[in-house]
């Protein structure tokens, strides 16, 4: 589930506010490094690409891609179709390092709740991303919906090329119903 996270443009994020966010994003840099380490070395142990996938040989592909370092499944894929154990990034995903694939490795997240708690520690308003990419439905939706609502959440993401019409609609109606109840108004964003 991705939380986004809208703040004022005056807002001073190095202030002690955001501590709990800046928090969040260090330890989730951390977790992606540790990720993508756990996948690539259970590649390497698994001698693919005859040796030639090892931890040390990615960081020194990514780096040639970008220094960012912020690296993810999609650059272990490019990593692969370079090696040529694979012929494209979908191949590398459905072989290797999908979600149901020999090499994949379930990453750490935090809540829900603490993604909206760190973005209203620093003032923010908190909006869960395109609801349509999660397909949730019927009571799964209904569930998740008052989960965020009595964590807090701010508002949702009501139009994106993941959500459907029917997705849509549900959110003006959750948005419309919490408004009839509470007199309290979520923000819709695009």
Do not use: W
């Amino acid at each position: 589930i991705h939380v986004l996270g809208y703040f004022p443009p005056s807002s001073d994020f190095s202030s002690p506010a955001f501590e709990p966010l800046r928090r969040v994003i260090r330890e989730y840099k951390v977790t992606k490094i540790r990720h993508n380490e756990a996948i690539v070395k259970k590649m390497e142990d698994a001698g693919i690409g005859e040796g030639r996938v090892t931890v040390d040989g990615f960081y020194a592909y990514a780096h040639t891609i970008s220094d960012s370092g912020n690296y993810n499944r999609v650059h272990i894929a490019r990593y692969l179709v370079h090696l040529n154990v694979v012929s494209s990034i979908s191949e590398a995903m459905e072989v290797y390092i999908g979600k149901k694939c020999p090499y994949y490795v379930p990453r750490k997240t935090i809540t829900v709740a603490e993604a909206i708690d760190a973005i209203h520690a620093g003032s923010g308003a908190a909006v869960i991303a395109h609801i349509g990419e999660y397909h949730f439905s019927g009571t799964r939706l209904q569930t998740f919906f008052d989960y965020c609502l009595q964590n807090g959440v701010d508002g949702f993401e009501l139009l994106h090329p993941h959500n459907t019409p029917e997705d849509a609609m549900q959110i003006l109606a959750l948005a419309d119903r919490v408004l009839r109840t509470s007199g309290h108004t979520l923000l819709l964003t695009a």
